[in-house]
């Protein structure tokens, strides 16, 4: 494997094996009692929940936390650090809101608390990071195979299967290549940050090869 980074993308160089085709969004939950009912004769209000931490410029975030009351109360919300681009919901608690490319950063140590009037809990506080949108590229280039696994020719090449993701162990994205003649494509729209990616050849009864070795492209 060879790996050629650019300043706008990079070129990974994957050779697929003969044996191409066999035979032919964190956030942190807490419910924590801030201050106790007069003389314990009333129980405070929980709160719970898993915030997003990461957003898309672009891209809509919402996050409601769940909130009970041992007595039955009636409830109600406040916060504090809630990005400009947000809004709240006292009633329900909510955060939501769509950041656009101006908003890109990290905002931190927000914080939601829930009280039934007398007591109160807060939710451990968390951070939403806005990223930009994708502009990276990675260029991936690969030695179309001519052989099956078994030593026979290979004459039934449907396409290939490129998988990528954020980490080596997920690969949890995909694109179908379905042209055969193919020995070079370009992963657009990746946002900052380290990317890795493996090849599969496909063949026409839809079997796939054993997937490359993983490369990868920091962007």
Do not use: H
């Amino acid at each position: 494997m060879k790996l050629q980074v650019t300043k706008v993308g990079c070129v990974i160089l994957i050779a697929l094996l003969a044996a191409a085709c066999g035979g032919g969004g964190d956030g942190e939950s807490a419910s924590a009692p801030v201050s106790p009912g007069p003389g314990g004769s009333n129980a405070p209000p929980t709160i719970q929940g898993q915030p997003g931490t990461s957003i898309v410029a672009g891209q809509a975030y919402s996050f409601s936390p769940t909130a009970t009351d041992p007595n039955g109360d009636a409830l109600t919300f406040t916060a504090t650090n809630v990005p400009a681009w947000a809004s709240f919901n006292q009633s329900t608690g909510a955060v939501t809101g769509t950041p656009t490319g101006t908003d890109v950063g990290t905002y931190s140590n927000i914080r939601i608390t829930v009280s039934d009037g007398t007591a109160s809990a807060t939710l451990a506080a968390f951070a939403i990071t806005v990223t930009d949108v994708g502009t990276g590229a990675a260029t991936l280039s690969w030695t179309p195979p001519t052989q099956n696994s078994d030593g026979s020719a290979l004459t039934n090449l449907a396409g290939y299967l490129i998988t990528y993701g954020r980490s080596a162990s997920a690969l949890d994205r995909s694109i179908s290549l379905s042209n055969s003649s193919l020995s070079t494509f370009v992963v657009e729209n990746l946002s900052s940050g380290t990317w890795y990616f493996a090849i599969s050849a496909v063949n026409s009864a839809g079997i796939s090869s054993a997937a490359t070795n993983i490369a990868s492209k920091t962007i």
